[in-house]
């Protein structure tokens, strides 16, 4: 099972959309264990929208549209969000 998900900075404005097999132990990472990458530079964040998927590449391509400018969009829109 791969989960596509959607994080949330509030303080900063900024989303992080990513994939993994083992959610719980990713926003772990994202929130405490990472030390440098893009993720440490905007905590806390918080899960917003979670997708899943039995299949990997069904969840790339999942987290491909996502990123894009119109999945973002689509985000804020949804989570109410908007700049």
Avoid: C
């Amino acid at each position: 099972m791969f989960t596509v998900y959607v994080l949330y900075s509030e303080q900063y404005d900024k989303l992080y959309i990513g994939y993994t097999s083992d959610l719980e132990d990713r926003i772990l990472s994202h929130n405490q264990k990472a030390t440098k990458g893009y993720t440490v530079r905007y905590r806390p964040w918080k899960v917003i929208h979670t997708e899943e998927f039995d299949d990997k590449g069904l969840a790339l391509k999942r987290e491909k549209q996502l990123k894009s400018s119109r999945g973002r969009n689509f985000i804020r829109k949804t989570y109410n969000l908007l700049r």
